[in-house]
């Protein structure tokens, strides 16, 4: 990311995320996989897993961001993130996955989320935000912009609305046509999105040693 460079750069280890925060997943779970649902998610004190085969999104953007939430002892806590943001989105074979550890009686319980499995019949998301904490990818953007700045209106980075308090106006961002990511592993703390469709959803709970995306 040292130079502006336009078309067919590839580079790793880029934030971007795909899925809803484990949160709220349980309860929206049946509505998402019957059809397009607005959705705008936060996770509790937890960071979660997603892997997936392949991501493209349409008018990228991304900038530094604060993920605020609270842990599942009522204490506030916040976190600095990748925020990457795509007008649409379609995403095949999602798996999220997050563990709650050491529940009374059961243990370890973890949450395993996948949809997207027929390449035919991807995840599809609209004007999606998505706060990442880490991530390894490979990845293709065309006609891409490094280093506008974040807050700087007249440059399309189109920040999450209601956020703006929390991006350093100054700060380095960047933008691009199209955004094509595979092999995608990443750590996430939240998402939100306009619509999210889920379709082939399989949401299951597992008890006893860790079960994650990778």
Known sequence: MESQVRG?????????????SV???????VALAQGALAASFSVSGQSF???ADSLVGEDFVQYGSIAEGTDLKG?????????SGFSTATITNMCQSVVTPDVPVFGNISLE????????????ATNIYLDVAQLEADAVFDDIDIGV???????GTKIQPGTEEKVNPFGFAQRARMATLTKVKQTAWATTAGTFKLTGLSLKL??????ECY
């Open 8 to 20: 067919g750069t590839r580079w790793k280890r880029f934030a971007v995320v795909m899925v809803p």
């Open 23 to 29: 949160a709220a997943t349980a309860a929206i779970g």
């Open 49 to 51: 897993k997603v892997s």
């Open 75 to 83: 204490k506030k806590n916040a976190h600095p993130v990748a925020v």
């Open 113 to 124: 989320l996948r949809a997207g499995q027929d390449v035919d019949n991807p995840v599809v």
């Open 149 to 155: 700045a974040a807050g700087d209106p007249g440059n």
């Open 206 to 211: 597992h008890t006893g040693p860790k079960k």
